[in-house]
């Protein structure tokens, strides 16, 4: 039995890693570098970001938007064939899609009195939230990380430089977009967002982490 349960182990290891994608080896080895006691190359996070935003990040993202109302309706169908059409998953099984969408709408509630802030925006016109979109400065989960079909974790030494690195991509989203923003008088301004959301049945509107983000008028 143990050695039949270690065999079942590393097939799963096995299948895991064969359903890994392309590895940004360069980017990520690039920004490796000796630490201050001299001991090893040390990851640098925001520098592996950096240098893939604006070359490989931002164009991936506006290709494979889909407008927010269509991706909405057709997950509620089948999660799948809108994870195929505008997703990525690292993963078969039950790792959940990231979707990546663009919309235009206006904000109905602002959620400004935590570092974690929010604006719920309501994209077809009903007067109710459809998303709820991060402004930080605390942005929650790694969607922008997890909708790259670029990005395999087996491109970094282990789980801490992943996350490291997912975590990066909402630092320089807070440092280009949202610290800007302003924390008042927001209900009832248009907004446009590209961004990505990762999938949770049950209707609840999405939380939307973004990568652009511009305020328009109030209404």
């Known amino acids: 039995m143990p050695r039949l349960a270690n065999r079942l182990m590393i097939a799963a290891m096995a299948l895991t890693l064969a359903a890994c994608k392309i590895v940004p080896t360069a980017?990520?080895?690039?920004?490796?570098?000796?630490?201050?006691?001299?001991?090893?190359?040390?990851?640098?996070p925001d520098k592996a970001v950096d240098a893939i935003w604006a070359a490989k990040?931002?164009?991936?993202?506006?290709?494979?938007?889909?407008?927010?109302?269509i991706v909405r309706?057709?997950?509620?169908?089948?999660?799948?064939?809108?994870?195929?059409?505008?997703?990525?998953?690292?993963?078969?099984?039950?790792?959940?899609?990231?979707?990546?969408?663009?919309?235009?709408?206006?904000?109905?509630?602002?959620?400004?009195?935590?570092?974690?802030?929010?604006?719920?925006?309501d994209v077809d016109g009903d007067g109710k939230a459809d998303m709820v979109v991060q402004i930080?400065?605390?942005?929650?989960?790694?969607?922008?990380?997890?909708?790259?079909?670029?990005?395999?974790?087996?491109?970094?030494t282990n789980q801490i430089e992943y996350a490291q690195f997912g975590k990066?991509?909402?630092?320089?989203?807070?440092?280009?977009?949202?610290?800007?923003?302003p924390r008042e008088k927001l209900i009832g301004r248009s907004v446009t967002v590209l961004g990505a959301y990762v999938f949770e049945p049950g209707g609840k509107p999405p939380l939307v982490t973004p990568a652009e983000l511009s305020l328009g008028a109030g209404s």
Do not use: C, H, M
């Open 27 to 44: 980017e990520v080895q690039a920004a490796r570098q000796v630490g201050a006691s001299g001991v090893g190359p040390v990851f640098d």
């Open 136 to 156: 930080g400065p605390a942005l929650r989960g790694t969607a922008l990380r997890d909708s790259l079909d670029f990005v395999s974790f087996n491109a970094f």
């Open 73 to 121: 309706g057709l997950a509620a169908k089948s999660a799948d064939e809108a994870g195929q059409k505008y997703g990525y998953r690292a993963k078969e099984g039950t790792v959940p899609w990231t979707y990546v969408v663009k919309a235009e709408g206006r904000v109905v509630a602002a959620n400004t009195g935590s570092r974690a802030a929010t604006i719920d925006v």
């Open 57 to 69: 990040v931002l164009p991936y993202l506006k290709a494979k938007a889909g407008d927010f109302v």
């Open 168 to 181: 990066a991509f909402n630092a320089r989203v807070n440092a280009d977009v949202l610290q800007a923003l």
